[in-house]
Structures are given as C-alpha cells and as structure tokens.
C-alpha cells in the first residue's frame, strides 16, 4: 500500500544523510582544465606557459578533489583523495601519448579534415575519446560515479556512448560519431575505426545484474572498420584483424581475420 504524501516526505526527510552534493559546474571546470593541460593555446589565450600550466593544474588538482570528495560521500566508499589525486596526475603522460595518436589516426584517415587543430576544436568523434581516456583513468583507478558522470557528460554533449570500462586501443578513430554505443566490456584493439550508429552491445540480460564482471560485449581486433549502424554482439564474439563490416550488419558469431590488409 503506497504512502500517503505527508507520511513519505517524512520518511524521506528522516532518511536524508547531509554531505551530498555533486556539482556540475565544478565537472565541467575539471574537463576545461584538463583540456588546456593536453592542448595548452587552443581554447585560450598563453602569454605564460610557465604561469598558465601553474594555473591549469592547480584549477584541475582543485577541482577533482572536490569532485573526488563528493563521489566519496555519496557511494559511502572511503579511499585516500591524495593519493587518487596523484594516481592519476601521473598518468597523465601516458594518456597525452594515446590522445596524439588517436589525433594522428583521425587526421590520416579523413580528408576533410583540414589540420589536426580543426580535429581538437570541432570533432565530436575526438572529444568523445579524450573524455573517455579520462573516464578510463578514473575506472581503472575504481573510483565510483565519476567515470560515469564523465562519459555521460560526453555522451549528452555528441551522442556519443562510450562505457568508462571498455578497453580501448591506440590509434582509435570515430568518424562523425551520432549514436555509437560501445559497452562495458568491450575491447578494441589498435587502428580500429568506428563510423555513426554502431553499437557493440551485449546479447539479452534476462539475468540483469547477475552478469556483473562477466564478458557480455565484443572484442574488436587490430586494423577493423565498421561503417554506420553496424550492431555487433555478445562476449564471446571476436572480430578478427583487418575485417571491414559493412552498414547494417547484424553480428553475434565471430568472424576470422581477413588476410588481405585493409588500407587504413
């Protein structure tokens, strides 16, 4: 039997617990500065590198704790801030080295793009992928809600749906982008390129959150391309190396690698 109004609004008053409190504009400060950090001059004005990389950091380290300090709070998860802090500032190089070459990929392989600048200030595909190395970062480092705060964010910004858990190679191109979803599973390989409206999906859940840890979405190997609205199914499915799926497929067995390299 439902509550009256009165009875409920008690009980959810009694229930509150005070300290949470996320917030958005602090989400998306965290993002603009660690966006200057990787391409410093592009979105503003340098007079200083010196002093507008001090800025930049000291902005991100500022930012993120508090951010860090609300998932914290709301997931009732204790972990170390400072060291989660400096965990992922010192991942930072290797991520910077995986952007520039998913940045080399998308100029290589689009002739309309015009200069890498054009791919880092207009791109959807690029920003996707730069909000996910850093969602990735986080869920890799097992911190709760903010790799999905960060890849939703990115996912309502160019519709673009890219689960933090995936795995995601070096040289990974999304072009145009509208309506890719990429599942918590999956694992991409090097030199795959991904065109609008594929989803590299799970089978039925009938068992819903029973799954949880298992391998439920694709594998995609080296040098693969899928053209638009390609579906692509189950965890024991394994794209082999140098495959092209063309638009529309519907896949759920696994299919060989094709011997004769794609030019890509």
């Known amino acids: 039997m439902s509550l009256h109004f009165t009875e409920w609004l008690k009980e959810k008053k009694l229930n509150f617990e005070y300290g949470h409190h996320l917030n958005e504009e602090e989400l998306k400060a965290f993002i603009n500065s660690s966006i200057h950090l990787f391409f410093p001059g592009y979105f503003e004005e340098v007079e ?10 000291n902005e991100l380290k500022n930012n993120l704790s ?16 400072d060291f989660v802090v400096h965990d992922f500032l010192e991942g930072l190089p290797e991520l910077d080295s995986l952007l520039q070459l998913d940045l080399e990929a998308i100029f290589e392989g689009d002739p309309a793009a015009n ?7 207009c791109y959807p595909g690029f920003y996707a992928i730069f909000i996910y ?3 990735h970062a986080f869920y890799q480092l097992q911190i709760p809600i ?9 996912h309502s910004k160019t519709g673009i749906d890219i689960h933090p858990g995936a795995t995601i190679g070096h040289h ?3 072009d145009h982008g509208t309506g890719i979803v990429i599942g918590e599973t999956t694992v991409i390989g090097n030199h795959v390129k991904l065109y609008q409206g594929v989803t590299l999906g799970a089978l039925s859940l009938k068992k819903g959150h029973e799954l949880k840890g298992t391998k439920r ?21 394994i794209i082999g190396p140098n495959v092209t ?10 299919i060989p690698e094709r011997i004769q390299k794609d030019m890509f």
């Open 66 to 81: 508090s951010l860090l300090k609300s998932c914290f709070i709301i997931s009732k998860k204790k972990m170390d801030l």
């Open 217 to 237: 979405h694709p594998t995609i190997l080296d040098h693969v391309t899928i053209y638009s609205e390609a579906s692509i199914f189950g965890g024991d499915t």
């Open 115 to 121: 200069s890498k600048e054009e791919i880092i200030i």
């Open 245 to 254: 799926i063309g638009s529309n497929a519907f896949i759920t067995k696994s």
């Open 133 to 135: 190395r850093l969602a």
């Open 48 to 57: 200083d590198i010196e002093s507008y990389y001090s800025q930049n950091l």
């Open 146 to 154: 903010l790799p999905r705060l960060l890849s939703e964010h990115a």
């Open 172 to 174: 990974f191109f999304i």
